[in-house]
């Protein structure tokens, strides 16, 4: 990907050369952005891409947009497969996965695309993340505070028990969990059903699928530990989960 853009973009280098600013940002803001990223970061969602396979190698492009006033964390696309290439949608970087900045690319019309690699232990993680609508410092810096977390999510909330967040650290759903303690396990489901039975309120999420990962010589399936697809809350707490609307409504702090 990052190859075929630099070919591509030969023919305008003197005009970006030229140009003092990129998208209403000054190379020096530019700079001060890239600086945020130093130190540890910790993601605030799951950040699918898709990932592809070309006779020149691998390639990955996002799915996962933010702006400086919200996020679009649904994913879309499922395999493709042909003589000579090959795409999907995988989930190699997760909520709360300790990420580094691998290299951002300034694009016209406000985009910036963030290419992620893991580290810790996911350092096998790969992913891209594109923030759109940045045309200040300040844009960039507002869809940073929604992407990244300097510390682990669980550590945020010094009032929740020791043992739950052990449990939200070791990606453990635990009975009794919140939904926003669910949510730092387990990312936002991809539909959520709300009933009453009785006196009490249930919500239902079912979680979206892992893609398939392909490599240049390799097909991978998802995450064999991953967490059931549907999970039940009654009056805002986790009471099962089980293998058995799109999550637009998604509320993590009332039941």
């Known amino acids: ?18 140009s003092p600013v990129f998208a209403g940002v000054s190379r020096q803001e530019r700079k001060e952005a890239k600086q945020l990223f130093s130190g540890p970061l910790y993601m605030r969602f799951n950040a699918p891409c898709t990932q592809g396979r070309h006779p020149f190698g691998i390639y990955y492009s996002a799915l996962v947009e933010v702006s400086p006033t919200g996020t679009n964390t649904e994913a879309s696309g499922g395999a493709s497969v042909g003589w000579y290439h090959a795409s999907s949608t995988v989930w190699s970087v997760r909520i709360n996965d300790l990420v580094e900045l691998e290299e951002m690319e300034w694009e016209e019309e406000g985009e910036v695309e963030i290419e992620l690699e893991g580290a810790g232990p996911n350092s096998d993680g790969t992913t891209v993340v594109k923030f759109v609508d940045i045309n200040s410092l300040q844009d960039f810096q507002a869809a940073f505070d929604q992407t990244f977390s300097r510390q682990p999510l669980q550590e945020e909330h010094p009032d929740w028990p020791p043992e739950i967040r052990q449990a939200i650290a070791e990606r453990r759903l635990v009975d009794g969990m919140t939904k926003r303690q669910v949510f730092y396990v387990v990312g936002t489901p991809s539909r959520v059903d709300k009933t009453t039975e009785g006196e009490k309120t249930v919500e239902t999420w079912t979680l979206p699928k892992q893609g398939v990962e392909f490599g240049f010589f390799l097909v991978r399936t998802g995450d064999h530990g991953a967490p059931p697809e549907t999970l039940r809350f009654e009056d805002g707490l986790l009471v099962s989960a089980s293998t058995s609307t799109g999550a637009a409504g998604l509320d993590l702090d009332n039941p």
């Open 1 to 18: 990907m990052r190859a075929i853009r630099k070919i591509c973009c030969v023919s305008a280098l003197f005009l970006t050369v030229a």
